[in-house]
């Protein structure tokens, strides 16, 4: 939280574009694995920074990735939500995901 307070302090970034680099920082490296509790993390998370309402059925459609993908171009955690998409399409291709590529 000391990285978006200074940040915004000292005019280096607005809070949000603060708080997105924090999420790909400090919380997204700490999501990871196998459980199908990793891919409802993900969407919620894509959920609450997005003002959004996907739902994790165990399985998401192209055609709601590629929504959800459009999405982020107009967010304002457009770093986070670039990655949360990049770690669910793995986790549904590989059955797993970690942040590292």
Request: proline share 2%; hydrophobic share 40%; glycine share 4%.
């Amino acid at each position: 939280m000391f990285y978006v307070i200074y940040a915004v302090k000292n005019s280096l970034f607005t809070f949000n574009k603060a708080m997105d680099y924090s999420i790909v920082q400090k919380i997204l490296p700490k999501i990871g694995g196998s459980s199908p509790e990793v891919l409802d993390i993900l969407v919620e998370l894509f959920n609450n920074l997005n003002n959004t309402k996907y739902k994790n059925d165990g399985y998401i459609e192209d055609a709601l990735l590629k929504t959800m993908e459009n999405q982020c171009l107009s967010s304002e955690y457009i770093l986070s939500s670039e990655k949360i998409m990049y770690m669910i399409r793995r986790f549904l291709r590989d059955g797993f995901t970690t942040f590292w590529q």
